[in-house]
């Protein structure tokens, strides 16, 4: 293991400030705005800033990439026992899933770990419009989502802009 200096105590700082002028304790549990994002796990990406959201309006499932397929699971959940009706998917330029292939991030694992990923489907992706193409259309296909609007996004991390994905 590596010493790396944590990030804990500033994290409890940070969520004493927070708490301490709290106000959105009467939220109810199914999201407001009956919408759920899909977004990649990128770091310069804040789906809640870029779409205006706030403490109860939406679900906000993220992942590497952005990928559909691998949020089906919260998608279910959150359409069948939480009423959401639409669904929002954003990708954003200069994303790491563009870098990298499945089979160097396997052998990656295998030399690094000693294990065999073979199992997992990183996903990563060579076209960023594609992609959000792609996984608009794995969402109208699979018959455990209902038919609702699905709109694509590529985000720009050097522009603040959220462009509209048509296909
Ligand atoms: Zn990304």
Redesign the pocket.
Known sequence: MSFVRSVIPEFEAANAKYAASFDKGHLPLPPGRKVAVVA???AR?DPAKVLGLQEGDAHVIRN???RTIDALRSLVISQQLLGTREIVIV??T?????TFSDTELKSKVRSELKEDADHIAFLPFKDLRQSVIDDIAILKKSPLVLDVPITGYIYDVKTGKAEKVKE
């Open positions: 990649c796990m990128d990406l590497a990439g952005g990708h954003h200069d994303c790491g899933m563009l």
